[in-house]
C-alpha cells in the first residue's frame, strides 16, 4: 500500500498569524519604552546643566573676587520675585559670555523662577538660603532644576 498523499510546501495561516502576533509585542514593547527612556535622557541633560550652571557660577566668582553674577537674586523666594525676577531668562541673569542653558524638551532657554517648587525648563536660583531651605546662608547659593520623572535637584555653593 503506497500512499500518494501530497504535501504542500509553505506555511500554515496558523504559523503566519502567530509570528505577526509575536512581532507586534516586540513593537509594542518597544513603544512602551520609548517615551521613558526619552524622559530619563532629557533629565540627565538638565542633570549635566545643572553642573554647567554651577561650574560657570563659581568660575564667574573665582574670576570677580567672590561676587555673584546676579545682584537681583538675593534672600527667599519671595525678595525674587519682589525683584521682579519672577518670570525671566536664564540668559538675563547670567552675563553673555556664559554658556547658553537650553532646556532638552522644549529647546528653549530656562526659564528662572521665584519658587521653591519647579517643574522641566525652570530654574531656581537663590542666594542666603541653603538648599530646599528658608535658613538663612549669607554664604550659600541655592540651585534647583525640575526633573521630568518626578522631584528636582538641588545643589548649594
Do not use: L, V
Given at each position: 500500500m503506497s500512499s500518494n498523499v501530497k504535501k504542500e510546501k509553505g506555511?500554515?495561516?496558523i504559523e503566519v498569524v502567530l509570528v505577526l502576533a509575536i512581532a507586534a509585542l516586540i513593537f509594542l514593547i518597544i513603544f512602551l519604552a520609548l517615551p521613558a527612556l526619552q524622559r530619563s535622557q532629557r533629565d540627565q541633560q538638565r542633570r549635566t546643566d545643572m553642573g554647567r550652571l554651577v561650574a560657570a557660577w563659581q568660575s564667574y566668582q573665582s574670576n570677580n573676587?567672590?561676587?555673584?553674577p546676579v545682584t537681583t537674586v538675593a534672600g527667599t523666594p519671595a525678595a525674587f520675585a519682589a525683584a521682579g525676577a519672577a518670570t525671566t531668562t536664564l540668559a538675563t541673569l547670567i552675563p553673555s559670555y556664559m554658556d547658553t542653558f537650553i532646556d532638552p524638551s522644549s529647546n528653549s532657554a530656562y526659564n528662572t523662577v521665584a519658587s521653591t517648587t519647579?517643574?522641566?525648563?525652570?530654574?531656581?536660583?537663590y542666594k542666603g538660603t541653603a538648599c530646599g531651605t528658608a535658613v538663612a546662608a549669607a554664604t550659600k547659593t541655592w540651585f534647583q532644576i525640575g526633573l521630568e520623572q518626578g522631584g528636582q535637584i538641588c545643589q548649594s555653593l
Open positions: 506555511f500554515t495561516i573676587s567672590g561676587a555673584a519647579t517643574t522641566p525648563g525652570q530654574i531656581a536660583i
